[in-house]
């Protein structure tokens, strides 16, 4: 099991730009959650899915949208990049148990300049 | 107000000396879960121990153990005999509303970075 994969491990956009992050995890789980976290602070949920086809808004949505189409794949959309969303990003996916802890992702570094 | 708070910033503790980080929280529910992760410089992220609020006893894993003091709010996590590897941020997470719809999302609290001196 590679566990949960994101790319790209680094990445430079400047402001205006688009892009996505990609996750995807190989182990069938059914929710999957986006973080980011800023320099010296704890992550904050971005979006989160309960399964193919739903997703529902976190704490700190705006600028960003997600789509999941199959169970394996959760992608993260930056429209119109701008400084404020310089941060690391996070991918995670759990089963669904009371006790199941998230697993998480290596991370996404990105820089808006 | 703050769901999880991390008070200390910043600790140091020698090598083979044990150590509490300080997590409090704040939920009106009655089924909630805590957890600890470590992130190391590397920057993954590693989950360490988890208690749950009915649990009786505190959580041990290894040289990991969960503090929990239900009436308090306070889930510290005690490291003993630290390692030089031990030095990383610590961040303290909470579930809540684990009887129906929590959707096991986590609040994360800033975390604390803790130093390991030879």
């Known amino acids: 099991n590679a566990g949960v994969t994101q790319t790209p491990k680094f990445r430079i956009l400047k402001i205006g730009q688009s892009m996505t992050l990609q996750c995807t995890q190989d182990?069938?789980?059914?929710?999957m959650y986006w973080y980011r976290q800023d320099p010296g602070m704890g992550l904050k949920l971005i979006y989160y899915s309960v399964g193919a086809g739903i997703t529902d808004k976190g704490e700190v949505p705006n600028g960003y949208n997600v789509s999941r189409s199959t169970t394996e794949d959760f992608p993260l959309r930056l429209e119109l990049a701008a400084p404020s969303q310089t941060s690391v990003y996070f991918c995670?996916?759990?089963?669904?148990?009371?006790?199941?802890?998230?697993?998480f992702g290596p991370g996404t570094r990105l820089t808006v300049l | 107000a703050q769901k999880i708070t991390q008070t200390q910033p910043g600790m140091f503790v020698q090598e083979k000396e044990a150590v509490t980080l300080d997590c409090t929280y704040d939920t009106s529910d009655q089924s909630y879960g805590l957890f600890w992760y470590k992130q190391p410089s590397s920057g993954e992220m590693i989950f360490l121990i988890y208690?749950?609020?009915?649990?009786?006893q505190n959580a041990t894993e290894g040289r990991y153990s969960l503090n929990f003091q239900k009436a308090r709010k306070s889930a510290n996590l005690v490291i003993s005999a630290s390692q030089l590897g031990d030095s990383a941020m610590y961040f303290c997470?909470?579930?809540?509303?684990?009887?129906?719809?929590?959707?096991?999302?986590?609040?994360f609290g800033k975390g604390t970075l803790l130093t390991v001196n030879p």
């Open positions: 208690q749950g609020s009915y649990d009786e």
């Open positions: 182990m069938n789980h059914n929710y």
């Open positions: 997470a909470m579930r809540e509303g684990l009887s129906g719809g929590s959707n096991y999302k986590l609040t």
């Open positions: 995670a996916s759990l089963r669904g148990r009371t006790t199941d802890t998230q697993y």
